[in-house]
């Protein structure tokens, strides 16, 4: 369904903030210190709205009405085929609150407004319809006992699930969480991002209005260091999924191993190589990069932010991405016309920028962008970098923002070796026709998900997480909803027992 016309785009520009206060218990309510922090529009710089600053004391209320829901309330205890009844009416609700929803993400992410409205908003809603429908599907086994004895699993919520996320994606983070978790019968505490918080509490809201019983769902605004802190270290939290950067990842797997040892699930950076052979069709394989690197302004976990061309084609392949490079529109993420709205906050785009200087100043040759984009907010051009070295920081760091490194390969062996030098194992891109690389290529990576002559292609039933450095445990498919259960084993003898 498509926008129509400035009417629309003007009135949603400044969509009216309707949630600002955590939400525990089913109830809006200050933080305990009554302190407050400043969301910002990323397009001006300006603050949109101030919002409840949570610490450790609300993470605790907060937990103790999970855990009351937890332990004695309907949630766990009423069939899957109840739970789904509710997502479903959550994902109507979404559904029908999308463009609201949308211009939330927008305003204080800099996403695209349509991108919200047509992808990220009913996927969102599609992720609660896709657990809903395995909700009423969740059973253990019986087991062939190699003695006499009658046994069978049980699966069972994991109990209390923290959920420590990030702003690139507030949205889908946010449901790709919750999603599975409410689904296998959990509560949970959702913290989302200090710069991002404003669609998380609106989906607290449908939540309660879909019939989600109080305290299963839990939303928590604040910061890493004082609420997130508090999530990965809380002794009655029995489980932490976290996405965001490898170095908050450690820290949180630390926090978990120091308190009560709860279960860990990391979804953590990369720096993913799209690598391109000589028989690719140049012009498709030049915007599948540009949109590898440009997609979120680059602001994506899975960017292809090292791009191998194979020599044969390396010349014609770098005019024509540069080409389209400088023809990338940027803009106000509401026009529809944009291609890329302004990075997330003042602190993402000087840490860009940094990196820019970095590169040039490690003797790479930049090819196009390098700058800050517009008169206001935090844009940056598409930046593409050459006669880039492994060994340089540009190559070997997550940068997070539309900055690529074009580098040339002579075999498929040296590209699959290179590809394979990072820490990190998140995503990586094959572009060729011929089937025998295309799959020897694709298992010699090390990576979670691998997409050839595509790139970004995600499905809710496609399996998503790291190898390496990247992180573990996966979102996303039936391993994301299995991640919130765990095994029980039930045990009796079918024969009195001798002893
Ligand atoms: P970025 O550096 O890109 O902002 P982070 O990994 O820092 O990404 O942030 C992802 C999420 O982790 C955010 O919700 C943030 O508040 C949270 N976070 C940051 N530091 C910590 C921490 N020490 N403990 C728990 N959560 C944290």
Redesign the pocket.
């Known amino acids: 369904q498509q926008s129509n016309g400035n009417g629309e785009m003007n009135q949603l520009k400044i969509p009216e903030i309707k949630f600002t206060k955590l939400f525990i218990n089913g109830e809006f309510v200050d933080s305990i210190k009554g302190r407050n922090f400043e969301t910002v529009d990323p397009r001006t710089g300006e603050v949109i709205a101030t919002v409840a600053e949570g610490d450790k004391e609300d993470v605790d209320v907060a937990v103790k009405a999970a855990r009351t829901a937890f332990d004695q309330g309907p949630w766990p205890r009423m069939s899957g085929f109840q739970r789904a009844r509710i997502m479903e009416k959550f994902a109507d609700l979404i559904e029908q609150n999308n463009n609201e929803l949308a211009a939330l993400d927008c305003i204080d992410a800099g996403k695209l407004f349509m991108m919200g409205k047509l992808v990220d908003i009913p996927a969102g809603a599609a992720s609660l319809r896709y657990y809903a429908g395995a909700a009423d599907k969740i059973h253990g086994e019986v087991l062939k006992s190699t003695r006499s004895l009658h046994a069978y699993t049980l699966k069972e919520p994991i109990g209390v699930a923290g959920h420590?996320?990030?702003?690139?994606f507030p949205t889908s983070m946010f449901l790709m969480k919750v999603a599975p978790a409410l689904a296998a019968g959990c509560t949970m505490i959702v913290?989302?991002?200090?710069?991002t918080p404003l669609s998380a509490l609106f989906y607290a809201h449908l939540a309660k209005q879909a019939g989600v019983p109080d305290g299963v769902l839990n939303v928590v605004t604040?910061?890493?260091?004082t609420?997130?802190?508090a999530?990965?270290s809380h002794m009655d939290i029995d489980m932490v999924c976290?996405?965001?950067?490898t170095?908050?990842?450690r820290?949180?797997m630390q926090?978990a191993a120091t308190s009560n040892l709860k279960q860990v699930s990391l979804e953590l950076g990369g720096k993913s190589p799209l690598i391109i052979f000589d028989d690719a069709d140049l012009d498709k394989a030049a915007g599948l990069a540009l949109q590898g690197i440009v997609h979120n302004k680059g602001e994506v976990c899975v960017s292809s932010s090292r791009v191998y061309v194979q020599e044969g084609i390396y010349d014609e392949f770098e005019k024509k991405l540069v080409e389209k490079a400088k023809a990338w529109k940027l803009g106000d993420p509401f026009d529809p016309n944009t291609r890329q709205g302004p990075q997330v906050d003042k602190?993402?785009f000087e840490r860009i920028l940094s990196y820019i200087d970095i590169g040039m100043k490690e003797g790479a040759t930049l090819l196009t962008g390098g700058k800050p984009w517009g008169s206001k907010g935090y844009y940056v051009e598409p930046t593409v970098f050459a006669d880039v070295k492994e060994d340089m920081q540009i190559v070997r760091e997550e940068i997070?923002g539309p900055v690529m490194s074009l580098m040339k390969f002579k075999t498929i062996e040296e590209a699959i070796e290179r590809a394979n030098n990072s820490k990190y194992g998140l995503a990586a891109g094959i572009v060729t026709k011929d089937l025998n690389v295309a799959n020897r290529v694709s298992r010699s990576i090390r990576a979670g998900i691998i997409w050839i002559n595509c790139y970004f292609e995600f499905d809710l039933d496609f399996p998503y997480g790291g190898y390496k450095m990247s992180g573990f445990g996966r979102d996303l498919g039936l391993n994301a909803l299995h991640k919130y259960l765990q095994v029980k084993t039930v045990a009796t003898p079918l024969y009195d027992s001798p002893w």
């Not at 976290?242 to 950067?245: E, L, P």
Request: a neutral charge; hydrophobic letters at 45%; zero cysteines.
């Open positions: 420590i996320i990030p702003w690139n913290k989302p991002a200090e710069q604040g910061f890493g260091h609420a997130g802190a999530i990965s976290f996405t965001g950067s170095e908050v990842g820290l949180i926090a602190r993402q997070f």
